[in-house]
């Protein structure tokens, strides 16, 4: 791997450039590995490297049916935060920002990890003594959160209109200072150059067509390119978890459903946290090209059609529009959509399966893009170690079962 | 936007109707005599199909009649409509 540092930019330039090498390999598919990962997303790529990297497995393969990068980590609208409300879900999430604050230095790769703060309003009373409670179990958690009054939203967001006189006022907010965006495509980019460079094969053009399984353990899979054996499998397939868990016979609780996100024509910097609003479904920011980016909620029936239903954006623009009258005459540049696995409890699952040797990391539905690094350092043990890690432990499929449902529907409904 | 036809009140568009999940996986007759994992299956798990799918809708804004609709979940085009006990 070619280290990129500025010296070596300097000294490259100085040669015109002309010896740099592609950021990883076009790997030869091989018969067999002790480990395939299916799907090079963020959380597959993230798993695949610290694998390798932690626990020694470099005989690992990645298979993407498309193209690297193509699903939800280039899809999102590149949100990080932590606050979520139970325990389970913040230790996990509040790991992950942990991961997002050195990921640049860790993958040698700049995946623009940019900490501008990330403002939830309130527009009712009892949306207000919801985020309360949520900023003290955050602050149980070790996690940074903080109320502020509408005057205090106001002055750190000018462009926000916070008069009382709208159809649906600002009535307080919460605050994660740490929270902020990354450049979600170079998250992907990097740990597929870094999992690369310690000898995982990423393999794209290559869809898994069957699972075949042996006195209850997975052996192989058939894929378009021909069958390729392993005896530990990862399922990260976001939207598509339900089929590829159907070919091994396991049933999920997984719905898919169209999200879309819409960014406008650059503008000159007006405002800097991200800005989310439960109520009237909308989550906000400004890129540092100076684009909104925006985000609108799931199509309600089951899809995985790549569109989405144009009435929601009619719905996410009113409410940009109600919230930021500044923006009311901004063009959109374009709108696009990826297919989330949404779970009954927001949560997602990370979790072996009745079938030996075959794990899944799917479910994340709305809001997986923030979990990535975690997502993939627990995810990479549960495969090392045929166990869980303790920080997925309660992310189990079993607990649809047991009932231990992580209810995170009021921190997972809105800023995805 | 999906145009949705209603057995009783002919094609609306979809901002008319409420929809309702996969069709036919009836309650069970006996919930106590199920095991967690059988109340689970029932509860939770879908088949959440890729392609031909049978779903539930209401029309809320109209008759507030359920019905059935047949869709493909890739292209959305609407295969059959129809009420429960006849097929769409």
Not at chain 1, 317 to 326: K, S, T
Request: net charge negative; with cysteine.
């Amino acid at each position: 791997m070619q280290f990129y540092s500025l010296p070596n930019l300097i000294r490259r330039g100085l040669r015109g450039h002309r010896d740099w090498t592609p950021a990883w390999r076009k790997a030869q598919l091989r018969p067999s590995y002790d480990v395939i990962i299916v799907g090079a997303g963020g959380h597959g790529l993230a798993t695949a490297y610290y694998l390798a990297k932690l626990h020694g497995v470099t005989n690992v393969a990645v298979l993407e049916r498309g193209w690297l990068g193509g699903g939800n980590i280039g899809r999102n609208t590149a949100i990080v935060r932590s606050n979520y409300l139970w325990d389970a879900s913040a230790h996990i999430y509040e790991f992950s920002l942990k991961l997002w604050e050195s990921l640049s230095q860790e993958l040698n790769y700049n995946v623009m990890f940019s900490q501008r703060g990330l403002l939830n309003i309130a527009h009712s009373e009892q949306e207000l003594h919801d985020l309360a409670r949520r900023v003290g179990a955050n602050r149980l958690n070790g996690i940074d959160a903080e109320l502020l009054s509408t005057e205090e939203i106001s002055k750190r967001v000018p462009v926000l209109n916070t008069s009382p006189d709208t159809r649906y006022p600002v009535l307080g907010g919460t605050l994660q200072r740490r929270g902020g965006v990354a450049r979600h495509d170079a998250v992907a980019w990097g740990y597929a150059r870094a999992a690369d460079a310690l000898g995982v094969d990423i393999v794209e053009n290559c869809e898994v067509t069957g699972i075949r399984t042996a006195n209850g353990r997975v052996t192989a899979l058939e894929t378009t390119r021909g069958e390729i054996r392993a005896g530990t499998v990862g399922l990260v397939v976001a939207g598509n978890a339900t089929v590829l868990a159907s070919m091994a016979g396991i049933r999920l609780p997984i719905l898919s459903h169209p999200l879309q996100a819409l960014v406008t024509e650059p503008l000159k910097p007006v405002f800097d946290p991200v800005v989310m609003s439960a109520a009237v479904h909308v989550y906000v920011h400004q890129t540092d090209r100076g684009e909104l980016v925006l985000g609108a909620g799931i199509d309600a029936p089951v899809s995985y059609d790549l569109n989405g239903n144009f009435r929601i954006i009619e719905h996410v623009l009113a409410a940009v529009c109600e919230l930021f009258p500044i923006f009311s005459r901004v063009r959109m540049l374009r709108q696009w959509a990826g297919t989330v696995d949404v779970c009954p409890d927001a949560s997602p699952i990370i979790s072996g399966t009745p079938i030996k040797g075959l794990f899944m990391n799917c479910g994340w539905g709305t809001g997986g893009f923030k979990a990535t690094p975690g997502s993939g350092w627990v995810f990479a043990h549960t495969l090392a170690h045929q166990e869980p890690h303790p920080l997925n432990e309660p992310f189990s499929l079993d607990r649809f079962t047991s009932g231990a449902l992580i209810d995170e529907h009021g921190a997972a409904a809105v800023a995805h | 936007m999906l145009l949705i036809p209603c057995p009783w009140c002919g094609p609306r568009e979809d901002d008319e109707f409420t929809f309702g999940g996969e069709a036919d996986f009836p309650r069970p007759a006996e919930p106590e005599a199920l095991t967690d994992e059988q109340w689970a299956d029932y509860l939770f798990m879908r088949d959440n199909r890729r392609g031909r799918h049978r779903e539930q809708w209401c029309h809320t804004a109209g008759c507030r009649r359920w019905f059935i609709v047949e869709r493909d979940t890739v292209t959305n085009e609407i295969l059959g409509a129809g009420t429960y006990g006849g097929s769409p």
